[in-house]
């Protein structure tokens, strides 16, 4: 049985550049990968893109309301080799419903998925689509990054201009008037005077 596996961790802990190297190693054993991310992404575009400069084009895309079965499907017709893995980046922006198609990508039709995203916003509050990712996947695995103090980040602390905002919507795209910066817990609580969510 092949397996749905969540791949996480903060902001700049190369997720997608882990995404990237593994469909590169799948191709490099001749095997047909197909990488998709949510439309609600929109930076790169249609692209998936790492911080160390590398993109690839995405297969496919996924709007919130669109089946991720009928677009993994539809893709997987383009040619008659068989996929033998499924790549997701940005995870985190799929719908709960969502993440439950992808787990039947891997049981009912034996392609494993990797998925990599964030768990929380800029709040400290689960996105959806990662909260049934860490119920739903077999495989967790958190990827890891560091703090501007040298310790392990673990929140992704929003900011407009140079100071940190702690209100607004949870989904706002890097880079589209706001960035991120990966803090660990005690960083996170002396910018946000303490308060968690």
Do not use: W
């Not at 550049?17 to 001749?30: C, D, K, V």
């Not at 719908?95 to 916003?121: H, K, N, S, W």
């Not at 929003?158 to 880079?175: E, H, L, S, Y």
């Amino acid at each position: 049985m092949a397996k749905l596996y969540f791949r996480y961790g903060a902001m700049n802990s190369g997720k997608s550049t882990g995404l990237l190297q593994t469909a590169f190693n799948y191709e490099e054993r001749g095997q047909r990968v197909l990488l998709a991310k949510p439309a609600t992404d929109t930076k790169g575009e249609h692209d998936i893109v790492s911080r160390l400069g590398v993109t690839r084009h995405a297969d496919f895309l996924v709007a919130r309301d669109e089946s991720v079965i009928d677009r993994f499907e539809e893709a997987a017709a383009r040619s008659d080799e068989a996929v033998a893995c499924l790549l997701v980046d940005e995870a985190q922006f799929f719908t709960a419903g969502q993440v439950e198609e992808l787990l039947r990508i891997a049981v009912e039709r034996g392609v494993p998925v990797l998925a990599y995203g964030i768990r929380t916003d800029f709040l400290t509050r689960a996105f959806p689509g990662s909260a049934r990712l860490l119920e739903l996947a077999h495989s967790l695995e958190e990827l890891k990054t560091i703090c501007r103090c040298g310790r392990k980040a673990m929140f992704n602390a929003r900011k407009v201009g140079d100071g940190f905002v702690f209100d607004g919507d949870q989904v706002a795209i890097d880079g589209e008037a706001v960035t991120y910066e990966s803090l660990c817990g005690s960083c996170y609580l002396q910018e946000s005077a303490g308060r968690l969510g």
